[in-house]
Nanobody
């Protein structure tokens, strides 16, 4: 079973940047496609970005396209989410998740393992 631990969240002003990290517990990390999701208070968990096992392909929610970048380093068993030009509406708990399904068609229910989340708060 893969354990995922997110880090890098915090409080930032609008227009600022943060980089989230997601560290996996073991060397099977490269077998999984990875995703980032977020959940704001009172709202459902929503997709943010996903990346293939090799790191060569990715996709984004329209709301973050052009501002966020997902990446991974399989040698370090870590995935990243670089967030630029942050907006107050980006405030949420951010989760990373791992799936055996191809990232391009994985739905939320297809993700097998989830981290505990890291809080991102963007002030106006």
């Amino acid at each position: 079973q893969v354990q995922l631990v997110e880090s890098g969240g915090g409080l930032v002003q609008a227009g600022g940047s943060l980089r989230l990290s997601c560290a996996a517990s073991d060397g099977t990390f490269s077998r999984y496609d990875m995703g980032w999701y977020r959940q704001a208070p009172g709202k459902e968990r929503e997709f943010v970005a996903a990346i293939s096992w090799s790191g060569g392909r990715s996709k984004y929610a329209d709301s973050v396209k052009g501002r966020f970048t997902i990446s991974r380093d399989n040698a370090k068993n870590t995935a990243y989410l670089q967030m630029n030009s942050l907006k107050p509406e980006d405030t949420a708990v951010y989760f990373c998740a791992a799936t055996r399904e191809p990232y391009s068609r994985a739905r939320t229910a297809d993700y097998d393992y989830w981290g505990q989340g890291t809080q991102v708060t963007v002030s106006s």
